[in-house]
């Protein structure tokens, strides 16, 4: 089958997957709460004809294939929104003050209509096609639950692949950009710094412990890990988001609670800058007078991408979509005149896939600022170009089918 034939059948289900997407888009859950969902969801590869499996506490896996031997090729769409309202002008918005911001209700979409194509080759597949619908992406726990839940095996996965819509890009919509081999999006953390002081009146502050100073004091000392303890090649970001103390204006606090987020591109590096933060902390906290303690909660690992397997991708989609619609990072830069390959800052828990079997990251460009998408992944005007789900849909399902065929040894 050509791979003009294989576009031509996308875009005749185009009409089904834009359905489904927006059926999505206006009924946004978030974290592992995807009840209706997931039930629609399952619903949908339950007719085409695909079994789904309960896959952790809010996963789904379907196969398709597995008539001929062969090995097995995972897909990845995220199903989960964001705790954002939506202010996009669009006929199907949603109302439940939550949003599709991020575009998981694209990808989700897309795999659907991907599932289709897959189905309808079913006796061509040379092996497996493993489709996983995640939940919570956004709070970076969804994958690794699906994996401890059992993901990658049953039949064992050998390779992966996940695509993200980009809001805003330069690029024609439904362009194609396959990452570089090595590291494409930064490790993440999110953490909290509690500041223990002694409340008191706040006409007496010798009475007591200001947590507040304390607080300042630390937020602005963690800034010097990354301008003096870092090397320049050390890219890391570190942000406070937050900061809540006291509810009355003439009275100093108990405590202080701030909550913040690092980015790393290197397992040293991160490690290195949770150890600084605590040690900054509680030694600027005591110079005060106050206590402090940090706690890491949810976070995730650098996401990789594999060399033979991005350069795989990168022949499938230019094949499918042409030379113009489809490039590699390192093409990017090179017609930037930099010729390095760049790394994202948004982190993407999938990297927990790719550190256990080869993975690789592909951007779908969803909309040019030209063109009325100004706005960038989650805010609460975001939108996307819907003109590139049944392209979407046909890379999911093309460079799967390709993968198996030439791997089938």
């Known amino acids: 089958m050509t791979s003009e034939k294989f576009l031509q059948e996308a875009e005749q289900i185009q009409d089904r997957v834009l359905t489904e997407r927006r059926r999505i888009h206006q009924n946004p859950e978030t974290g592992f709460d995807l ?50 309202r939506e202010e996009a002008d669009v006929a199907f918005a949603s109302q439940n003050g939550n949003m599709h911001a991020c575009g998981h209700d694209m990808h989700t979409a897309m795999l659907l209509g991907a599932a289709r194509l897959l189905k309808a080759h079913e006796d061509e597949i040379q092996g497996t096609v493993k489709l996983m ?91 010097e890990i990354h301008a003096r303890e870092l090397a320049m090649d050390e890219r890391t970001v570190l942000t406070i988001g937050t900061m809540h103390a006291g509810n009355a204006a003439n009275v100093i606090p108990d405590t202080v ?25 509680q030694g600027v906290a005591g110079a ?18 594999d060399k033979e397997l991005s350069l795989c991708c990168e022949r499938y989609v230019k094949e499918l979509l042409g030379a113009g619609k489809a490039f590699s990072v390192t093409e990017l830069n090179a017609m930037g005149g930099g010729g390095k390959a760049s790394k994202g800052a948004g982190s993407e828990d999938f990297a927990y896939v790719s550190q256990e079997v080869p993975s690789i990251m592909l951007a779908l460009a969803s909309g040019q600022p030209e063109k009325g998408y100004r706005y960038p992944q989650h805010h609460p005007m975001v939108k996307f170009d819907e003109s590139v789900l049944p392209g979407g849909s046909a890379v999911y399902a093309y460079t799967a089918l390709r993968w198996l065929e030439e791997h089938r040894g």
């Open 288 to 305: 005060f007078r106050a206590e402090a303690s940090v706690a890491f909660g949810s976070g995730c690992p650098t996401l990789v991408n």
């Open 257 to 281: 609670t701030m909550g913040g987020s690092i980015r790393t591109f290197d397992e040293q590096t991160r490690s290195y800058l949770k150890k600084r933060m605590t040690e900054i902390a």
């Open 133 to 223: 619908f995640q939940p919570a992406e956004e709070i970076f726990e969804g994958s690794h639950d699906m994996i401890g839940a059992g993901l990658l095996e049953n039949p064992k996965v050998d390779a992966a692949l996940m695509i993200h819509v980009m809001a805003g890009m330069p690029f024609p919509a439904g362009a194609v950009i396959v990452s570089a081999p090595g590291v494409s999006a930064p490790a993440a953390d999110y953490f909290e710094i509690k500041v223990q002081g002694k409340g008191c009146h706040g006409s007496m502050p010798n009475t007591g412990i200001d947590p507040l100073t304390a607080a300042a004091h630390i937020l602005i000392a963690l800034q």
């Open 35 to 84: 009840s209706n969902t997931l039930s629609f969801v399952k619903s949908e590869l339950t007719d085409m004809g695909l079994q789904p499996v309960d896959c952790g506490r809010a996963g789904v896996v379907a196969l398709v294939g597995g008539k001929k031997p062969g090995k097995v090729f995972l897909l990845r769409a995220d199903m989960d929104a964001l705790p954002i």
